[in-house]
């Protein structure tokens, strides 16, 4: 959803005739600000790639937590929180998604949502973020693909914004 939404972005500065300095500079800009925030079904991956023990994975797993991962602002990959549950963690995803946006203007973001084999989750989340963070002006579902599928596993939900 990252390299989804900065395409967007070049797209709307390119139809506005920006010169290509002003757009590198904006583009720039952008994505030192950009928010990447994650909620996984499975934990295998994060146990498979050493972000987790195995121990962990599977203590994780039995008692249903559910991390919710963004990056630590120099790129590194980082758990924010844990819940117990899909249902629990989206729901705090949605109050971390509003705590990040509260001083933003009013519907003067766009976020790009993926998800992998969950549309109806997706669907949800989208009309959760729309009722529950003002700034917010549109939410573009797309579904995983790629590399982005074996990472978010069944059921993972990325969000950029």
């Known amino acids: 959803p990252g390299q989804t939404r900065i395409a967007m972005l070049l797209k709307v500065m390119i139809e506005e005739g920006m010169n290509f300095d002003e757009i590198v500079e904006k583009a720039t800009a952008f994505i030192s600000t950009m928010k990447t925030l994650?909620?996984?079904e499975d934990l295998s991956n994060l146990v498979k790639n050493g972000r987790i023990s195995k121990a962990a994975g599977i203590v994780g797993s039995m008692l249903s937590l559910r991390p919710i991962m963004g990056e630590d602002g120099h790129g590194n990959i980082v758990c924010l929180e844990k819940a117990r549950g899909t249902h629990k963690a989206l729901a705090r995803l949605v109050e971390i998604i509003g705590e990040y946006t509260k001083d933003k203007a009013h519907h003067s973001l766009v976020m790009v949502l993926s998800y992998c084999n969950c549309v109806d989750r997706a669907m949800a989340l989208k009309k959760d973020i729309l009722d529950n963070c003002a700034a917010f002006k549109e939410v573009?579902?797309?579904?995983?693909?790629g590399i982005s599928t074996?990472?978010?596993?069944?059921?993972?939900?990325?969000?950029?914004?």
Request: proline residues 5%; glycine residues 10%.
């Open 140 to 145: 573009v579902v797309v579904p995983t693909s």
């Open 150 to 161: 074996v990472y978010a596993n069944n059921g993972g939900i990325v969000i950029a914004f």
């Open 38 to 40: 994650f909620v996984l």
